[in-house]
């Protein structure tokens, strides 16, 4: 029971890690990005009449006037669907580029969720260890 607990406490970990770097490279992207608008782009390979890829492609220009194009960091819903020339506004990191966000369309919550998780995760491993070892 104490190693199936350390691999749960291990994961837990590693959510917790991973959610809280995408809330810091976010603040990071907020605080020091530049804002430029970005063209909407349908993935190669997509003709017009299948669905939209879950996540298009951005298409914008850097300040050093070299064109970039990344995967957009969120899916679109059906709020905001980011067709096909659609333009949006995105922030860049100018260290490096294909580290962007959406202010408009950006959602904190699915990394605080990873957080959260992790840390409950990580308490019910530890108190099972703590059953385990006070029961010995």
């Known amino acids: 029971m104490v190693v199936l607990a350390g691999i749960a406490a291990f994961g837990g970990l590693l959510a ?48 050093d006037d070299r064109v970039r194009e990344v995967v957009c960091p969120v899916a679109p819903t059906r709020r905001r669907p980011l067709n096909d020339g659609d333009h949006v506004l995105v922030l ?8 962007v966000i959406l202010p408009d369309l950006e959602r904190p919550g699915p990394d605080r969720l990873f957080i959260t998780g992790g840390v409950l995760v990580m308490l019910l491993s530890l108190t099972l260890v703590a059953v385990a070892v006070a029961s010995r």
């Open 16 to 63: 917790m890690l991973a959610g809280a770097y995408g809330l810091r490279q976010a603040r990071h992207v907020r605080r020091t990005g530049v804002r430029v608008e970005a063209l909407v782009k349908r993935p190669p390979g997509n003709v017009s009449d299948e669905p939209a890829a879950p996540r298009p492609l951005l298409q914008f220009v850097t300040d």
């Open 92 to 99: 860049y990191d100018p260290d490096e580029p294909r580290t």
